[in-house]
C-alpha cells in the first residue's frame, strides 16, 4: 500500500498543511476540547488531536441534528428549497475505518434520494487512518472492517516518528497531496509505515453468520426481548451516537415571514416515534423498540443494502449510561 | 411528481370541502401549476403526503381516480395535529402535496376476477378509488362485492356515492352498521361477522381489504375461514410516515417500509414479514 506517490508531512509542518487545504476544502478535523475530541471545522488555534477517535461520528457533518429542507413565504406563497449553496468540497482528515464505513452505510441510504446528503458527501474527500489501538468496545471486524485498512479512503495516513506517510488511493487524494509543504518520504519512512502496519493486532471478531435467522426466530419472544432491554433507559444515546442512524422527524416551524420545514435527528427508541394520531403504536414498549433496533443494524439493513447497519465502533456500549452491551444481547441471539 | 428532491411538496388549492361525518372531510385540491396537473399521474392505491404549511404534512390516499385531471381527492378523519388544521381549512387555502408514494392495488392482476372489497370506516377512501377504477374499466373485472361498515350511520362516508355504486351492473354494496340504528335499514353486525354471514365463495375472486387494524385482523381471520388463500387477499396498511420514500426510518415493518414497498401488501408478503403488522 506504500509506492511511488506517497508524501511526508513533518510533525511540525501539519499546521502549514492544514491552512493550506482549509483554503480549497472545507476542513474538518478532531480537536481537543474540554470535553473530548470532536470534529471541529479548522482553524487557527485549534487542538488537532489525531491519536484519539472523535466522541461522535462525522454523521453530523453530511446530515446535521437540524437543518432547513424548505421555506414556504407566506407574501410570494412560494415553496423554495434549501438546498446547502456552498459548493466548497469537505475534507474530513484522519478519520478512523469504522467511521468511514459508517458513512458508506448511510450512503446507501441516503445517496439515491437525498439531495442534501448527496450535496454534501459526493464531492468529499477523505483522510484516513489505520487504527492502531482499539478501545475495550469496539467490535469493528465482527461487522466485516479491517481496521489497518483505509477502505474508501482517498489518501490514507499513518503516523510514524517525526511524522505522517500520506499516501494517496484516488485521483482526489492526489490532487490534495499536490501542497508544496509535503515531502517526498525517504526509503525508511516506508519501511516505518510498513512495519507499523504489520504491528497492529487485529482482534478475531464473532462470526455473525446465522445471526438473522435466530433473530427472526426469537422476534416473537416478547420475554426475551424484555429481558435484553430491563436496564435500558430508553434515552436514546445509542443512536445519536451512532455512525449509522439515521432516523428523522420532518416538522414545521413558523416563522414572520414564512414557514420553516426541518429535518431533525429522531430515535427508534422513543414511544412516540410510531405513535399514530389514533393511539395505535406497533412498537409500545422498549423492548419492540430495541428489537426493531437490533433487527434493522444487522437483519433489515444487510437484506435492502448487503452490509450491516453497523460499524462496530462501540459508541452505544461506551456511552450507554447502563452499560446495555450489543456485544452480549448479539451472543445471546446467536445462542437463542 | 416531486421532481429530484423528495421532500419538495407542489403547491395546490383546496377546491371544494365535504363534510362526510362529524369528523371526517373530504377535500379536493388542484395543484397550481397547469402543466404538473396535467402531467401528475397515479395508480389506485397510491398515497400522498398533504402540508398545511406550518403545521406539517401526513398522508392520505388519493381516493379520486386516476382519471380525474381536474382535482385530487383526500378524506381526513380529524385526529392528530395536521388533520386538526386540515379540517380548518376552507376553498382557496393553499396545501402542498407530496406524491405520489407508494405502490397501488394490483389491479392488473385482478383482471377477469371477481373483486370483494372489504371497508370499515375511514378505510373505505382507497378502496373508493379502486372501486372507481373498476367501474371506468368494467369490462376487465367480474362481479364486484363491497362491504362496508362503519361504526354509526353517522360515520359513514361517501353516503353520496352509494346509490351511484347500487346502481351499476354486477356491483353489489352491503351497507353494516355496528348496532342497531333509528331508520338503519340495511345490516347490522361487526364487518367480519356479515362478511361470515355473507359468505362469498373465493373462487376467481380477490378480496380486497383495509380498515382500523382490529377489524382487519379479524376479517383476515374471516377470508380464512372461507377458503380465502393468502395470495387473494390484498390490504393497505397505515403507518405514521414522515418522508414518504422510505429514508426517515420509522414506517418500517421489518427489512419494508409501508411508504415505500407498501402500502399495498398481499396476505402472502405480510406474512413473510416479522410479526408486527398490528
Known amino acids: 500500500m506504500v509506492g511511488d506517490e506517497a508524501k511526508f508531512l513533518p510533525h511540525e509542518a501539519i499546521f502549514e498543511a492544514l491552512t493550506e487545504w482549509a483554503k480549497r476544502y472545507s476542513l474538518f478535523v478532531p480537536a481537543e476540547e474540554e470535553k473530548g475530541v470532536f470534529w471541529r471545522l479548522f482553524e487557527p488555534g485549534i487542538k488537532v488531536e489525531l491519536g484519539l477517535r472523535p466522541l461522535e461520528p462525522p454523521k453530523r457533518l453530511f446530515f446535521p441534528p437540524t437543518e432547513v429542507l424548505l421555506r414556504f413565504s407566506y407574501k410570494e406563497r412560494q415553496i423554495l428549497p434549501e438546498i446547502p449553496k456552498d459548493d466548497t468540497p469537505l475534507l474530513v482528515f484522519g478519520i478512523r475505518p469504522c467511521d468511514l464505513h459508517g458513512l458508506k452505510v448511510l450512503d446507501q441510504v441516503l445517496g439515491q434520494q437525498d439531495p442534501y446528503w448527496k450535496k454534501r458527501f459526493v464531492r468529499a474527500v477523505f483522510v484516513s487512518q489505520p487504527c492502531t489501538g482499539a478501545y475495550d468496545t469496539c467490535f469493528c471486524t465482527w461487522v466485516g472492517i479491517n481496521p489497518k485498512e483505509a477502505k474508501g479512503a482517498d489518501v490514507s495516513l499513518v503516523e510514524l516518528n517525526g511524522g505522517w506517510l500520506l499516501q494517496p488511493l484516488t485521483e482526489r487524494g492526489r490532487s490534495l497531496l499536490e501542497v508544496g509543504i509535503l515531502e517526498k518520504p525517504s526509503f525508511s519512512h516506508l519501511a516505518e509505515a510498513q512495519e507499523l502496519l504489520s504491528r497492529i493486532e487485529v482482534q478475531k471478531g464473532e462470526d455473525l453468520n446465522g445471526l438473522a435467522e435466530n433473530f427472526y426466530r426469537s422476534f416473537d419472544d416478547l420475554p426475551f426481548w424484555r429481558h435484553m432491554t430491563f436496564k435500558c433507559k430508553a434515552c436514546a444515546i445509542c443512536t445519536f451516537l451512532c455512525p449509522t442512524c439515521f432516523c428523522f422527524n420532518i416538522t414545521d416551524e413558523k416563522g414572520h415571514e414564512g414557514v420553516l420545514r426541518l429535518r431533525t435527528w429522531d430515535s427508534c427508541m422513543f414511544f412516540h416515534y410510531t405513535l399514530e394520531a389514533s393511539g395505535h403504536n406497533p412498537r409500545p414498549t422498549k423492548a419492540e423498540r430495541y428489537r426493531n433496533r437490533i433487527g434493522h443494524k444487522f437483519c433489515y439493513h444487510p437484506e435492502r443494502y448487503t452490509d450491516y447497519g453497523c460499524t462496530g465502533c462501540g459508541r452505544c456500549i461506551k456511552y450507554c449510561p447502563v452499560s446495555l452491551d450489543v456485544r452480549e444481547v448479539l451472543r445471546r441471539i446467536k445462542r437463542y | ?278
Open chain 2, 1 to 278: 411528481m416531486t421532481g429530484s428532491n423528495p421532500f419538495l411538496p407542489i403547491l395546490a388549492t383546496v377546491q371544494e370541502v365535504i363534510e362526510e361525518t362529524p369528523n371526517i372531510k373530504t377535500f379536493r385540491v388542484s395543484l397550481d401549476d397547469p402543466e404538473v396537473r396535467e402531467t401528475f399521474d397515479f395508480k389506485p392505491g397510491q398515497v400522498a403526503q398533504l402540508s398545511v404549511f406550518g403545521v406539517g404534512e401526513a398522508t392520505f390516499v388519493i381516493n379520486s381516480p386516476p382519471s380525474e385531471r381536474d382535482y385530487l381527492q383526500f378524506t381526513v378523519m380529524r385526529v392528530g395535529e395536521v388533520t386538526t388544521k386540515l379540517h380548518e381549512l376552507r376553498t382557496g387555502d393553499k396545501v402542498g402535496v407530496r406524491g405520489p408514494l407508494g405502490n397501488w392495488f394490483p389491479y392488473e392482476e385482478m383482471k377477469g376476477k371477481d373483486v370483494l372489497l372489504i371497508a370499515g370506516g375511514i378505510g373505505m377512501a382507497p378502496l373508493r378509488t379502486l372501486l372507481l377504477f373498476i367501474l371506468e374499466n368494467r369490462a376487465d373485472y367480474g362481479r364486484v362485492t363491497l362491504l362496508y361498515g362503519c361504526r354509526t350511520p353517522q360515520d359513514m362516508c361517501f353516503k353520496g356515492d352509494i346509490p351511484h355504486w347500487r346502481s351499476q351492473r354486477d356491483v353489489e354494496v352491503i351497507l353494516t352498521v355496528d348496532r342497531r340504528a333509528p331508520g338503519w335499514t340495511e345490516m347490522v353486525g361487526l364487518v367480519p361477522e356479515v362478511l361470515k354471514e355473507i359468505a362469498p365463495s373465493p373462487k376467481g375472486t380477490v378480496a380486497v381489504t383495509c380498515g382500523p387494524p382490529v377489524m382487519i385482523k379479524y376479517t383476515l381471520e374471516a377470508l380464512k375461514e372461507l377458503g380465502f388463500g393468502d395470495e387473494q387477499i390484498v390490504t393497505t396498511l397505515e403507518r405514521r410516515m414522515k418522508c414518504g420514500v422510505g429514508l426517515c426510518g420509522r414506517c418500517n415493518i421489518g427489512s419494508r417500509y409501508v411508504c415505500k414497498d407498501g402500502p399495498v401488501f398481499t396476505l402472502a408478503q405480510l406474512k413473510a414479514l416479522p410479526a408486527e403488522v398490528f
